[in-house]
């Protein structure tokens, strides 16, 4: 079966951190590049990503609401894609799931794409909840 699972989501205090993970199943990722994207509670899902990468790793990019407090990256080798997240926010309350692109789309043009329009996996997510 081809699917995203993702993982690490649970309560944590402001200024805390989490670590997401994103492992495929039945593909491999290596082919794609990944993005970040989230819903958060009573509010319509998000067309834009948080944060998207190559499928190399080379490449990364970042929303502003998160630069500089969240770190993507990717261990091809065991098929998975990380979201380091540091400083939460009660703001970056959400479910966050993973989405895999063509490479044929750059990672900023991804980020700023409804994963609904052409983009080819995506997982059910993993909720993220950032409260004292």
């Known amino acids: 079966q081809v699917q995203l699972v993702e993982s690490g989501g649970g309560l944590v205090q402001p200024g805390g951190s989490l670590r997401l993970s994103c492992a495929a199943s039945?593909?491999?990722?290596?082919?794609?590049?990944i993005g970040w994207f989230r819903q958060a509670p009573g509010k319509e899902r998000s067309g834009s990503g948080i944060s998207c990468i190559s499928n190399s790793g080379r490449n990364t990019y970042y929303a502003d609401s998160v630069k500089g407090r969240f770190t993507i990256s990717r261990d091809n080798a065991k098929n998975t894609v990380y979201l380091q997240m540091n400083s939460l926010k009660p703001e970056d309350t959400a479910v966050y799931y993973c989405?895999?692109?063509?490479?044929?789309?750059?990672?900023?043009?991804?980020?700023?794409?409804?994963?609904?329009?052409?983009?080819?996996?995506w997982g059910k997510g993993t909720l993220v909840t950032v409260s004292s």
């Open positions: 989405v895999a692109d063509s490479p044929l789309r750059a990672v900023q043009a991804m980020c700023n794409t409804d994963p609904l329009d052409g983009m080819n996996y």
């Open positions: 039945g593909f491999t990722l290596d082919y794609y590049n």
